[in-house]
């Protein structure tokens, strides 16, 4: 007698039709895919707690997903809470091909040798593919050639920010009609596109959807399962691909959100998965081990060369009291640079001082060497006070164009100002700023993936073939961890860098 059910789709694994004794098994082994953390339940008290789990159920739990690498650990997993292979019943699912879609590239178009390859890689057929490519060596060109001569129906998902950017380049690499490009941003308009869908009167080629819109979606169908109909969706989640003719998801920066585009996985039945990243390396353990499960080795192209033509600067302040700046997150104790910056907001004489060292770093480093075209881009870790650093130098260079730029702001704004001050969330991640010199990190950052992130920023020069872009961030010598965090970047900067230099500035807040 089968008592549980699995199905098998192209990325994922659906189990169901089990007893109570099959949802204990299965609860079980979610255990071992949760992610753990701290979470604040009173005063300056926190608590480890369940962050998240990365596998899918219903809200009454009569039905479990898991990525498809995971089912011969699952049946064994099983397999040692007693079922046998007798009672469970396994059924592949059929993948449908994707809608034919003629995506012709314009013809100035030009593939340079070292991406021919990560194209090979992406068409030759497979369901899930990684490129881990450094900034600037064209991921999105790669990805927009593989999609041309794959030929089908393509849908591209990433967060609401980037949407402007890929629908720029969307547009920019492909010979597209009125209508055979659409953007779905909210339920909405994602109710509207599965309805064409549904009266088979979807005609386009080249799909965009924000990850929000699809996480809601899928949040809906865990909360009502089959009654999602009610609400306006006119199909299940495990069908969404097939049934708009779907033959390639792609997935920008995938190891944002990471959490979502794991579980959108978890729904997935399609052809291909093409996904994209700078960098697939976490500094915390459980994560590599769910890079991992969702992108195993084999699935990832292996022959980029990283190229090193970034200088970095480690620029070193003194603080005459250290201990009037709290840094802190309270009742845990780590590091907090919003703290940091909250805490150095509150002191107009030390803000004073912390915004003519930055004006001496950005005069010095930008401002006597600039050429019209050239760029600059600061990070600070709080919005408030990125607005304040842009407003200061604004007043001290009113003739160029210095702006802060956050999520709301449009993405036009940072591409034309001659400084931008943004955050590591807005900026640090998928945006290409034409003529980028210098990138001041005020930031102190520990975290390998962020930091990564912040220096691929900077591109080659191609219009100044003799200038180095440089990479400067600042370190306090008298807070431990920012000498903690320098020491981390040094050593993973090492492989990357033209040159990592420590400079002692002669500067005291």
Same mark, same amino acid.
């Given at each position: 007698?089968?008592?549980?059910?699995?199905?098998?789709?192209?990325?994922?694994?659906?189990?169901?039709?089990?007893?109570?004794?099959?949802?204990?098994?299965?609860?079980?082994?979610?255990?071992?895919?949760?992610?753990?953390?701290?979470?604040?339940?009173?005063?300056?008290?926190?608590?480890?707690?369940?962050?998240?789990?990365?596998?899918?159920?219903?809200?009454?739990?009569?039905?479990?997903?898991?990525?498809?690498?995971?089912?011969?650990?699952?049946?064994?997993?099983?397999?040692?809470?007693?079922?046998?292979?007798?009672?469970?019943?396994?059924?592949?699912?059929?993948?449908?091909?994707?809608?034919?879609?003629?995506?012709?590239?314009?013809?100035?178009?030009?593939?340079?040798?070292?991406?021919?390859?990560?194209?090979?890689?992406?068409?030759?057929?497979?369901?899930?593919?990684?490129?881990?490519?450094?900034?600037?060596?064209?991921?999105?060109?790669?990805?927009?050639?593989?999609?041309?001569?794959?030929?089908?129906?393509?849908?591209?998902?990433?967060?609401?920010?980037?949407?402007?950017?890929?629908?720029?380049?969307?547009?920019?690499?492909?010979?597209?009609?009125?209508?055979?490009?659409?953007?779905?941003?909210?339920?909405?308009?994602?109710?509207?596109?599965?309805?064409?869908?549904?009266?088979?009167?979807?005609?386009?080629?080249?799909?965009?959807?924000?990850?929000?819109?699809?996480?809601?979606?899928?949040?809906?169908?865990?909360?009502?399962?089959?009654?999602?109909?009610?609400?306006?969706?006119?199909?299940?989640?495990?069908?969404?691909?097939?049934?708009?003719?779907?033959?390639?998801?792609?997935?920008?920066?995938?190891?944002?959100?990471?959490?979502?585009?794991?579980?959108?996985?978890?729904?997935?039945?399609?052809?291909?998965?093409?996904?994209?990243?700078?960098?697939?390396?976490?500094?915390?353990?459980?994560?590599?081990?769910?890079?991992?499960?969702?992108?195993?080795?084999?699935?990832?192209?292996?022959?980029?060369?990283?190229?090193?033509?970034?200088?970095?600067?480690?620029?070193?302040?003194?603080?005459?009291?250290?201990?009037?700046?709290?840094?802190?997150?309270?009742?845990?104790?780590? $590091?907090?640079?919003?703290?940091?910056?909250?805490?150095?907001?509150?002191?107009?004489?030390?803000?004073?001082?912390?915004?003519?060292?930055?004006?001496?770093?950005?005069?010095?480093?930008?401002?006597?060497?600039?050429?019209?075209?050239?760029?600059?881009?600061?990070?600070?870790?709080?919005?408030?006070?990125?607005?304040?650093?842009?407003?200061?130098?604004?007043?001290?260079?009113?003739?160029?164009?210095?702006?802060?730029?956050?999520?709301?702001?449009?993405?036009?704004?940072?591409?034309?100002?001659?400084?931008?001050?943004?955050?590591?969330?807005?900026?640090?991640?998928?945006?290409?700023?034409?003529?980028?010199?210098?990138?001041?990190?005020?930031?102190?950052?520990?975290?390998?993936?962020?930091?990564?992130?912040?220096?691929?920023?900077?591109?080659?020069?191609?219009?100044?073939?003799?200038?180095?872009?440089?990479?400067?961030?600042?370190?306090?010598?008298?807070?431990?961890?920012?000498?903690?965090?320098?020491?981390?970047?040094?050593?993973?900067?090492?492989?990357?860098?033209?040159?990592?230099?420590?400079?002692?500035?002669? $500067?005291?807040?």
């Amino acid at each position: 007698m089968k008592t549980i059910r699995i199905d098998v789709f192209s990325h994922n694994v659906k189990v169901y039709g089990f007893s109570y004794r099959g949802k204990e098994a299965l609860l079980d082994y979610c255990r071992g895919m949760a992610q753990y953390g701290l979470s604040k339940v009173a005063h300056n008290r926190f608590v480890r707690v369940m962050l998240r789990v990365f596998a899918a159920s219903t809200a009454d739990r009569s039905e479990f997903r898991f990525q498809k690498s995971q089912l011969e650990d699952l049946l064994r997993h099983l397999n040692f809470h007693g079922f046998t292979s007798t009672e469970i019943e396994i059924n592949v699912r059929e993948v449908l091909p994707g809608v034919p879609a003629d995506m012709r590239m314009h013809k100035h178009i030009l593939l340079r040798d070292y991406q021919v390859p990560i194209v090979e890689f992406l068409v030759f057929p497979a369901p899930v593919k990684v490129v881990t490519l450094q900034t600037g060596k064209g991921k999105t060109l790669c990805a927009l050639k593989a999609c041309a001569e794959i030929g089908k129906r393509t849908f591209l998902v990433i967060k609401g920010m980037y949407v402007e950017k890929w629908v720029s380049d969307v547009r920019e690499a492909y010979q597209l009609k009125a209508g055979e490009l659409i953007v779905v941003r909210g339920s909405a308009q994602l109710k509207d596109l599965m309805a064409l869908a549904e009266a088979g009167e979807l005609d386009c080629k080249f799909i965009i959807c924000t990850n929000k819109t699809l996480y809601n979606y899928l949040e809906d169908y865990e909360k009502f399962k089959k009654d999602i109909t009610t609400l306006g969706f006119p199909f299940m989640p495990e069908e969404f691909f097939e049934k708009l003719g779907v033959g390639v998801r792609l997935i920008d920066e995938v190891h944002q959100d990471f959490h979502l585009n794991f579980r959108l996985d978890l729904y997935t039945n399609v052809e291909t998965t093409i996904n994209l990243s700078a960098t697939l390396e976490s500094d915390d353990p459980f994560m590599n081990r769910m890079y991992e499960v969702a992108f195993p080795m084999k699935s990832r192209f292996q022959g980029a060369v990283y190229d090193k033509y970034i200088a970095v600067k480690a620029l070193v302040y003194a603080m005459n009291n250290p201990n009037k700046i709290r840094w802190k997150a309270k009742g845990r104790g780590s $590091y907090s640079h919003i703290m940091f910056e909250e805490s150095l907001m509150k002191d107009k004489a030390l803000l004073a001082r912390y915004l003519e060292m930055i004006t001496i770093v950005v005069e010095n480093s930008y401002i006597v060497k600039r050429e019209d075209g050239q760029k600059m881009l600061i990070f600070a870790a709080s919005v408030q006070l990125c607005g304040i650093i842009a407003e200061h130098l604004a007043s001290k260079w009113p003739s160029l164009a210095i702006n802060r730029y956050v999520s709301e702001d449009n993405y036009e704004v940072l591409l034309s100002s001659d400084i931008a001050v943004s955050t590591l969330k807005s900026a640090g991640t998928a945006v290409d700023i034409p003529g980028l010199m210098i990138c001041l990190m005020t930031d102190a950052l520990g975290s390998k993936q962020g930091n990564s992130q912040a220096l691929g920023r900077l591109r080659v020069l191609k219009d100044w073939p003799g200038i180095t872009p440089e990479f400067l961030y600042l370190v306090c010598r008298d807070i431990p961890k920012h000498i903690e965090y320098h020491e981390r970047k040094v050593e993973n900067f090492s492989d990357k860098v033209l040159s990592h230099k420590t400079l002692t500035m002669n $500067y005291r807040l």
